[in-house]
């Protein structure tokens, strides 16, 4: 097992020293690139191009390049969107998201494969169970992996906090900032004049670097994969071609569940989306200054992994839809209150209050709606989580794509709006499942969700 273990770690920390750079790197997008919404454009963009991404180019770079020069030449597309932040603009910044964009579907693809091979080939030699490996591998990735938005988000934060031209902020200032937001650039920059060009280099040259040695990690150290795990590798790369994919896809739209499902699905873009390009922007940013952006986003993270854990392990004793109700009612709890807000440095605590909820909600959105796609389409799973991909990531296209058209109170109406579509929407597929099989349990199954989360988080 020495061999395979080492491969998983090789993969784990080159993961993490890649996310540790894009992680920090998004979070700071709207703040960094406020002008004409450059960096909530780019982060749209991005979305847009994981779609078409995720319909056809991971099979095809598998089978022609293998597993580990695939999530190698994938991890190169991130250090391109760090090289275009060193001189942002729309003819950088946008092209450099579209080539991150495509290689997000091939990285997560290629890695998840890697390690399904690696555990079924251990597992076949040691006469052990190979889903039993296969999550213990996930699960030791993901334990290294889950701390990249906690040292991406530290390193921003110490760096800025460097800055020598903080300025305190005037009380006509503040009253820009929050729901009802002055829709100029002055509201991203009253924390401070902005982060010196020295400190916003330092910073990415310190993102680009991890993302180099992510790389080389992988280069020098993964293993490729042995010949005697062709029938393994053969099995699991025969995978349909992009136009049977394609139609699979929408077929399983036929399913009334799926479409019940939809605004659900594309809610899930829409929180993350606010949290990341509006929330940071209009309330961190504008009352704290930029180098409270980490800082924030470290709760967020923290917050997120313990409870993702947490309601995985407990889910199947409560069952779906309380943490749903738990999820619906702290997210409109929430909203209300960011509507109500308005943000004071004075009140230093309630700025972290906040993504803390927001991580516990998104926990529960993320590990529950997997584990309910994989519940109601056990039989047509590809399908079922191609339209997860497709429907979320919809959401953060849409949710960045109108960041900069509309005031964050407009953006916080629709995002409830939104909310309740999708519990009475999501309540109807409750119904339905209840009374095409009554008496059967609905409390999720112990599903390893988490590695397709990932996938849409980038």
């Known amino acids: 097992m020495e061999r395979n273990l080492k491969n998983v770690l090789v993969i784990s920390f080159g993961f993490l020293l890649l996310f540790t750079a894009y992680g920090g790197l998004q979070s700071l997008q709207s703040s ?88 079924n080939s251990y597992a076949e030699k040691a006469g052990k169970n190979g889903k039993d490996i296969i ?62 060009n020295s400190l916003i280099y330092t910073l990415l040259g310190i993102y680009t670097a991890s993302g180099v040695l992510a790389v080389l990690l992988i280069a020098m150290f993964l293993d490729q994969i042995k010949s005697d795990q062709a029938e393994t590798k053969k099995e699991i ?54 180098h409270y952006v980490g800082y924030v986003m470290i709760c967020f993270s923290a917050v997120n992994s313990l409870c993702s854990l947490l309601f995985g392990k407990i889910s ?48 529960i959105w993320q590990t529950q709606t997997n584990g309910l796609y994989g519940v109601l389409f056990e039989k047509h799973t590809e399908a079922a989580f191609a339209n997860y991909r497709l429907w979320e990531s919809c959401g953060f296209v849409i949710a960045f794509g109108y960041s900069t058209k509309l005031q964050v109170y407009i953006k916080l109406y629709i995002l409830l709006s939104v909310l309740v579509l999708s519990m009475v929407t999501y309540g109807v597929v409750e119904y339905l499942e209840a009374k095409s099989s009554p008496g059967t349990p609905t409390a999720t199954k112990k599903e390893n969700v988490r590695p397709v989360t990932q996938e849409t988080h980038m």
């Open 316 to 363: 199947q004793f409560t069952g779906r839809k309380l943490l749903f109700a738990l999820a619906t009612v702290t997210n409109t709890a929430c909203i209300i209150a960011l509507l109500l807000w308005k943000p004071h440095p004075k009140q230093l605590a309630v700025f972290f209050v906040f993504p803390a909820l927001w991580g516990l909600s998104d926990a």
């Open 237 to 290: 790369l025969e995978t349909p071609s992009f136009w049977s994919t394609l139609l699979a896809t929408f077929q399983h739209l036929k399913d009334k569940r799926q479409c019940l499902l939809i605004p659900l699905t594309m809610y899930s873009g829409f929180e993350q989306g606010f949290l990341s390009g509006d929330y940071t922007k209009t309330y961190v940013t504008c009352a704290l200054g930029i």
């Open 32 to 119: 960094l690139h406020s002008e004409e919404g450059l960096g909530v454009a780019s982060l749209s963009v991005l979305y847009a191009a994981l779609i078409l991404s995720s319909m056809f180019l991971p099979p095809v770079l598998i089978k022609k390049l293998g597993c580990k020069w695939t999530i190698a030449g994938s991890m190169c597309c991130y250090i391109a969107f760090s090289l275009g932040n060193f001189y942002a603009s729309w003819y950088t910044l946008i092209p450099t998201s579209v080539i991150l964009g495509l290689g997000g579907a091939p990285l997560w693809s290629a890695k998840c494969t890697y390690l399904t091979i690696a555990g």
């Open 135 to 196: 999550n213990q591998y996930f699960g030791v990735f993901f334990l290294i992996f889950q701390s990249s938005g906690i040292w991406g988000n530290l390193i921003s934060s110490l760096i800025f906090s460097q800055a020598s031209n903080k300025v305190e902020i005037s009380e006509e200032n503040l009253a820009c900032c929050g729901a009802y937001d002055c829709m100029t650039n002055t509201t991203n920059t009253t924390g401070s004049a902005g982060p010196s």
